[in-house]
C-alpha cells in the first residue's frame, strides 16, 4: 500500500498563486438602518474566526488560509458600543472592528451566497490584484441575498489558448518549410 503525501501542488501553467485580493460591498447606503459584517472564516476549523465590521468603500482582504466569507446584517438598534472591539494603535491583530456578542453573532442574518476567493489566478492579471464586488440585492428580517461580481480580466483567459495556436502554426509551417 502507498501512502499519500498532501501537500500544496504548484499551478497549471499560466497561472500564479501570487496576487492580492479583497472584496467590497458596493450599496451599504441603501441600508441605513443596519450594520454588517463580514464573516471572515477558514477550511481550517482551528483558525479564528472575525466578525469585520464592512464600512462603505472599503476593500476587505480577508487574509489567512483559504478563507470564507459569509457576509452578515443585523439591525443597528439591536448593537450597543459594547459589543464591538474597536482596534487601538497597540493592538497588532485584528486591526479593525470586529463584533464580540456571541449571542448577537448567532443573531446576524447570513447572506447568500458565501464567497470563496480564487486560488490561483491568470498570471497576466493586471497588477496581481483581484477584487470581488458584492451588491445587496434583498435583505428582509431572516434573508440577505447578494450578487457577486468577479473583476477578472477576460482577455487573460483567452491569450494562452490564442498564444498556443499562433505557436503551433509556427511549428507547422517551419516544418513543412524545412527539407526532407
Same mark, same amino acid.
Given at each position: 500500500m502507498l501512502n499519500t503525501l498532501l501537500a500544496d501542488m504548484p499551478p497549471p501553467p499560466g497561472l500564479t498563486t501570487k496576487f492580492d485580493y479583497c472584496f467590497k460591498v458596493v450599496n451599504l447606503d441603501r441600508y441605513p438602518d443596519h450594520l454588517f459584517f463580514a464573516r471572515l472564516g477558514s477550511q @481550517?476549523? @482551528?483558525?479564528? /474566526?472575525?466578525?469585520?465590521l464592512i464600512e462603505p468603500n472599503t476593500c476587505i482582504d480577508p487574509a489567512g488560509?483559504?478563507?470564507?466569507?459569509?457576509?452578515t446584517a443585523i439591525p443597528k438598534n439591536q448593537i450597543?458600543?459594547?459589543?464591538?472591539?474597536?482596534?487601538?494603535? *497597540? +493592538? $497588532?491583530?485584528?486591526?479593525f472592528t470586529t463584533l464580540q456578542n456571541k449571542a448577537l453573532q448567532a443573531k446576524?442574518?447570513?447572506? $447568500?451566497?458565501q464567497i470563496k476567493p480564487p486560488l490561483? /489566478?491568470?498570471? &497576466?492579471? $493586471? @497588477?496581481?490584484?483581484? *477584487?470581488d464586488v458584492i451588491e445587496i440585492q434583498t435583505l428582509t428580517p431572516d !434573508?440577505?441575498?447578494?450578487? /457577486?461580481?468577479? +473583476?477578472?480580466?477576460t482577455l487573460n483567459?483567452?491569450?494562452?489558448?490564442?498564444?498556443?495556436?499562433?505557436? &503551433?502554426?509556427? &511549428? &507547422?509551417?517551419? !516544418?513543412? !518549410?524545412?527539407?526532407?
Open positions: @481550517n476549523p @482551528n483558525l479564528d /474566526v472575525f466578525y469585520r488560509y483559504r478563507p470564507i466569507i459569509t457576509i450597543q458600543p459594547k459589543d464591538l472591539k474597536q482596534p487601538t494603535p *497597540e +493592538s $497588532e491583530y485584528p486591526a446576524l442574518i447570513k447572506g $447568500e451566497p490561483m /489566478v491568470p498570471i &497576466l492579471d $493586471e @497588477n496581481g490584484k483581484m *477584487e !434573508r440577505l441575498q447578494l450578487t /457577486v461580481t468577479r +473583476s477578472t480580466h483567459w483567452i491569450i494562452f489558448p490564442i498564444l498556443g495556436v499562433i505557436l &503551433l502554426g509556427y &511549428l &507547422l509551417w517551419k !516544418r513543412r !518549410r524545412q527539407p526532407t
